[in-house]
Every structure is written in C-alpha cells, then in structure tokens.
C-alpha cells in the first residue's frame, strides 16, 4: 500500500477551499469590490485638496504678523516638527506642498518671506500663491510704485521639482491593505467557526489527515485568493488611473511580498476571531473591533497627521498602518523591501504576539 500523503491532502483542501471562496459573494464583496469602488471613486475626483500643507523652516520667524495671519487661513496646515533633511525631502516628493522661511530685518523692507514650491504639487502651489498675494495686498505690503515708501514684506518664490503625488498614490495602498485586512480577518474567522460547528474538521479527525495540513491548505486557498486581489488592485490602479510603481515591475513584486507578509499577519487575528467567536452571529461584531479602527485611524482615507495629537500615538502602532506607510513608501519612493525595516519589524513583532494569541484561543471542536 502506498504511504498516505498530507502533502497531497494539503493541496487538496487548498484547491477546495479556494473554489468555495470564489463563489462566496462576500468574499469577492470584501476582497475587491468594496476597495475597488473607493479607488474609482478617488480616482475620478483625482486631485481634490483638502489643506495646504507648509513645512516651517527652522530660523524662520514665526512671531510676527505675516505668519499669525496665515494661521487663521483654515485650508493651511503648517509643519514644524520635521527636521530640515526631512522637510526637503518631503517636498521634493510632494508629501508637503512648500517650505516657508520668515526673516526679519532691521530696515524696510522689515520681512522677507521666502517660500519655496514643489512641481510634485503643483496645484496646492497655486492656491498657496493666490493665498499669500492677496493677503499680502489686503495687509498693503505688496510691492508699491517707486514713489511710494519700500513695502513692509516682501515675497520671494522659488519652485523645485519633484514627481506630482496624486490622490490615487496616496489612496490605493489604503485600499489595498483594507482589502487584506478584510480576506484576513473575515475569511478565516468565517471558515475554521463554520468548519467546527458543522463537524467538518471532527470528520478530517476520523482521517488521516494531520491538524497541520487543514490549517495550511486552508491558508493558502485565502492567501492566493488576496494575492490575486491585490495584483488586480494594483493593475486597475496602475493602467486606469496612473498609480505611481516607480520602478514599475520590480515595485509591483515588492508591493505583492508585503501584500502576503500582510495578509499572513491579518490571517492571525481571524484565527483569534474564530477561537473567541460561540457561533457565526458572533463574528462580525468582534471582527469588527479589529478591522473598523483601524479602517478608519491607519491612513487609509486621510494622513495621521489630520487626527487630534492625542490619538495620532494610537494610530501610529495599528499594524495597519506598519502595512500601509510600507507601500506607500515602496509604490511612490521606490523603497525596497531593507529600506521599510522598520515598519517590517513592527508588523513582525504583532504577527508573533497576536499568532501567540491565537494558539491559546483557537478551538478544534
């Protein structure tokens, strides 16, 4: 007699449970439709602002009028908790829309207010521009006709150049670490609750199939199918709407191995889900608690830096936000998988402690 094959069974359960996924209507809801209608819908309004936002240089005078004028303007946001390397370098990506640098002087004109632009965001440039010029005529320091006494300020500009950060660069990473997230947590959850209260799993007890090999086929059935979501994604993004891969083929391999370091981490919190869960009602409400703060507080819609300065500390260690800073970076920066260490490491370090929960969690029967 041959010799029973786990592997072979293993292969089995994958390519079954695959087949039960894709004809699942919430699955392909979850994993593709939900993010694909978010990127449509930010796709077509493409470059809508929301702020303008200005990094302070670090001698800039900020106790004058000038500046406590700017600040009532409600669509600026200034920066000033960035080192002059970071703000430099965020400008030439467009991930700030100018630098401004107040000085003061002991003769007329008494300001100059120099202010440095992007073409990577070209359009906030222009309503910055507009902004600071019709103030400065209505404050009556605009430049006046040689017979007139020397302006109080005046204004020097000044642009670098820079690749354009459109919305979809910034929204579809988002998207696509909610839709791992979503094929993750629900799926998994989903699965291993209705396997156990059906009796399936005590069945495959009643064969020679080890523990192990349900688990693994049924992980990878979910990781192939989020796999060929994300590369959907990615393509739509890529084609329809002119998502940035900077280094195009090489980026999109980088952005499918964190899309499965993703979705292998997120699997973990279904498995809590599925331990913690006493029947199917009960999932969506507790797999809910994981997945919807951090839907909402992990940069998918809006920068961390729009939250209050008392959550944004809690936004910043959700592992959704590890996932979603990472590609950002790789897609529009072209950062290779060593350059986004860090947020590799953070990601790591919740895939061990939240699988370290799920073994104490998890339920055979």
């Known amino acids: 007699m041959k010799k029973y094959s786990n592997f072979k069974a293993t292969l089995a359960i994958a390519k079954a449970s695959f087949r039960s996924i894709t004809r699942s209507p919430s699955s392909v809801v979850f994993t593709l439709l939900f993010p694909l209608i978010f990127i449509l819908v930010f796709g077509f309004i493409g470059g809508s602002t929301v702020s303008v936002d200005i990094g302070v240089a670090k001698n800039s005078d900020i106790h004058n009028q000038l500046f406590d004028s700017l600040k009532k303007i409600s669509i600026i946001n200034f920066i000033q908790d960035q080192s002059t390397a970071d703000m430099n370098a965020n400008l030439s990506k467009g991930h700030i829309d100018a630098i401004m640098d107040i000085e003061k002087h002991d003769t007329a004109p008494y300001y100059t207010v120099n202010v440095q632009y992007t073409k ?21 320091i605009a430049t006046r006709p040689s017979n007139a006494p020397p302006p109080v300020a005046e204004l020097k500009e000044t ?28 799926g998994t959850a989903f699965v291993f609750l209705s396997l156990r209260m059906t009796l399936v799993i005590k069945r495959f007890f009643a064969t020679p199939v080890k523990k192990y090999s349900i688990v693994v086929g049924e992980a990878m059935a979910r990781i192939t199918f989020a796999l060929i979501g994300a590369a959907f994604i990615l393509l739509i993004g890529r084609f329809a709407f002119g998502f940035t891969l900077i280094h195009g083929f090489v980026t999109f391999i980088n952005m499918m191995i964190l899309s499965f370091i993703g979705v292998v981490i997120f699997m973990g919190f279904g498995f809590t889900v599925s331990g913690i869960a006493k029947n199917e009602s009960s999932v969506p409400p507790i797999a809910n608690l994981i997945t919807l703060p951090q839907f909402l507080l992990s940069g998918t819609f809006f920068t961390i830096s729009a939250f209050p300065t008392w959550l944004q500390p809690i936004c910043k260690v959700l592992p959704l936000t590890f996932l979603n800073d990472a590609m950002r970076r790789v897609a529009f920066e072209g950062a290779s998988l060593w350059d986004v260490n860090h947020q590799l490491f953070y990601l790591l ?11 104490k969690m998890f339920k055979w029967e």
């Open 159 to 186: 642009t670098v150049s820079g690749r354009e950060y459109k919305t979809i660069d910034f929204i579809l990473p988002g998207q696509l670490g909610f839709s791992l997230l979503s094929t993750g947590v629900f």
């Open 120 to 140: 990577a965001s070209q359009e906030k440039g222009n309503i910055l521009q507009s902004l600071l010029r019709t103030m400065f005529y209505k404050m009556d």
């Open 349 to 359: 370090l919740w895939g061990i402690g939240i699988y370290a929960v799920a073994v």
